[in-house]
């Protein structure tokens, strides 16, 4: 009770629990039964004190000498995640990349079970993707009144992203995934996550020619304890 | 000299780096000139302190007194990123993922240039997507002799993913940007990025349900200095 309580899990250790929440999957679908945390530090290129230290945030897991129970432990990192019960999605923007991720079949596995799909094109209103028809865009709010849902994809031109949030935040929407080229901003009780794809390759050619730049920066210094080994 | 250099920059310091080059990027088009990092840092929703250690890592960019000049510093940066000058990049497979991304105009204007997709669906052989002509998959290491290619982006399905490593590597590939829902590996001197779609959704719900969760373990402890303010 005297630890200090941070507000909000670190971004690098919360990147960690769907990695190891994967691994455990697929152990157990293996049928591994046990597991010690060297073993899963080696399968996730960790350090083995690196996932003691995440799992002891969220209260252990571990039973002194025996190491995991693999499904226990799936199960623990699925509820910390609240993936062990279903979330119902919908896609707004069924343009190329709402197309593409409406027909994305990991997300269905992991409990995200898309409902509707909402754009303003004529032409696709009333189509199917993925057996899941395409909504006139004005019946979003009518549709949310009749239908709770959890989290909307944004994937719509950037201009139209931001307009969403009320209609959405209002509708008790709780998590936008936000596709659209333009950071959008929501209520504090409702989280955002805006996607730059073009940051992920930045940081592929950042790491492509990393040495040279940690050799011409000596005075680099560590800059969190990620980095340490 | 003294300082100990960490073998790479940790994923959270990296991570920021694009969206520092994004904030500049549109702070110079807004014709902004000098910018204190007590500014950046409240525009971009971290500490003035995490924005100069994170700079300090790279030798500094600012100047006594005088905060940083927007130009200077969006150009540092960028040859930090390696992204002052353009990159070459191939998509390998045209399926929703891959025809999403080969349309996404965000990478042409960060200098990254689609330059061809490969395919072994005869039917998309010889077409075009956005301009760009989707040539035989079998024809890989030929192209690759001809026009050296820094990045592969592979979107084929998840048993088709690994094989594609031998042939990008052997013919020169430096970085490959992984979407078949599988793990690929590479030798060391390749960077791969594994993208797993499905994390962010569990990030989302994780954040959704945060403060259950803290209230619950009240053992938390703070996982690493990006948790503290």
Redesign the interface.
């Known amino acids: 009770?005297t630890?200090?309580?941070?507000?909000?899990?670190?971004?690098?250790?919360?990147?960690r629990?769907?990695?190891y929440?994967?691994q455990l999957r697929d152990l157990e679908a293996l049928g591994f039964i046990d597991l010690s945390s060297k073993d899963l530090a080696r399968r996730m290129h960790l350090t083995d004190s690196q996932i003691r230290?995440?799992f002891?945030?969220?209260?252990g897991f571990g039973r002194r000498g025996r190491g995991y129970n693999v499904a226990l432990l799936r199960r623990s990192i699925g509820d910390?995640?609240?993936?062990n019960r279903p979330?119902d999605?919908i896609i707004i923007g069924a343009g190329?990349?709402g197309?593409?991720?409406a027909?994305?079949?990991?997300?269905a596995?992991?409990g995200?079970q898309l409902k509707a799909i909402f754009d303003t094109n004529p032409e696709l209103i009333g189509k199917k993707i993925s057996g899941v028809k395409v909504l006139n865009v004005t019946t979003l709010s009518k549709y949310l009144a009749k239908a709770p849902t959890?989290?909307a994809i944004i994937c719509t031109p950037a201009d139209k992203a931001q307009a969403l949030v009320a209609p959405l935040v209002a509708g008790g929407v709780?998590?936008i995934?936000n596709f659209a080229?333009l950071d959008i901003t929501a209520p504090p009780e409702v989280?955002v996550?805006n996607?730059?794809?073009?940051?992920?390759?930045?940081?592929?050619?950042?790491?492509?020619?990393?040495k040279e730049?940690?050799e011409?920066?000596?005075?680099?210094?560590?800059?969190?304890?990620?980095?340490?080994p």
């Not at 002891?56 to 209260?59: E, L, S």
């Not at 996607?195 to 950042?206: A, Y």
């Not at 011409?216 to 340490?228: C, G, H, P, Y």
């Open positions: 009770m630890n200090k309580i941070p507000d909000r899990a670190s971004d690098a250790m919360m990147r629990m769907p990695a929440y994967r230290h995440d002891n945030a969220f209260g910390i995640l609240d993936i979330h999605i190329n990349v197309k593409a991720l027909q994305y079949k990991g997300f596995e992991s995200f959890d989290i709780k998590g995934w080229a989280i996550s996607v730059h794809l073009t940051d992920s390759l930045m940081m592929l050619t950042f790491r492509m020619h990393e730049v940690l011409q920066n000596k005075s680099w210094v560590s800059a969190d304890v990620e980095s340490k």
